[in-house]
């Protein structure tokens, strides 16, 4: 498995965005959704309509077998109704153009979306598990509080956490930064 990195930049964040909704709704809101609830990809697309029509998610995470409940923040809710309004309730939030409305995109058509974006905007190391990372990293640097988002990501220690969101490698390149013999 290669080691992906948070996106750091929000505006790099908010180019993607863009990027994305040119190509269509569907990749769009999958890196919205990814970088506002902190999912693993493999959870993000097993979900259909009816699991994001409330304020909350509720799931059992396919890696921890743990029930998780994520507040769908208002961002989030906005993009979510406006994109599932001519949706049927039973539909994949993330349909296949090949299986129709009755199959989610798998995984590595995920990747490809990820990858294009990466490409685009020459950014490296990025994955889909990048918008998990992404989601760790940006609400650290909002709260500075590790143990929520080690809450949030169903981590074990905060130390996990912080090499996670890439937070030990940034303090690691400031103290370089700020070196000098």
Known sequence: MNFVQPIRDQETIDEIKEFL?????????MFVFGINTGLR????????????????????????????????????KRDIKKYTADMDKDDYLFPSRQGGKNKPIKRDMAY???????????????????LRKTFGYHMYQKTKDITLVQNLLNHSDKSITM?????????????????GL
């Open 21 to 29: 909704k040119g190509q269509s709704d569907r990749n769009h809101l």
């Open 41 to 76: 990809i493999q959870d993000i697309l097993k979900l259909r309509v009816r699991d994001v029509s409330g304020d909350q998610i509720v799931m059992t995470e396919m890696k921890t077998k743990k029930r998780k409940f994520i507040q769908i923040n208002p961002t989030l």
């Open 112 to 130: 490809k979306v990820m990858r294009k974006a990466a490409d685009e905007f020459g950014l490296v190391d990025i994955g889909t598990h990048t």
């Open 163 to 179: 090499r996670y969101i890439g937070m030990d490698q940034d303090m690691m390149n400031n103290a370089m930064n700020r070196f």
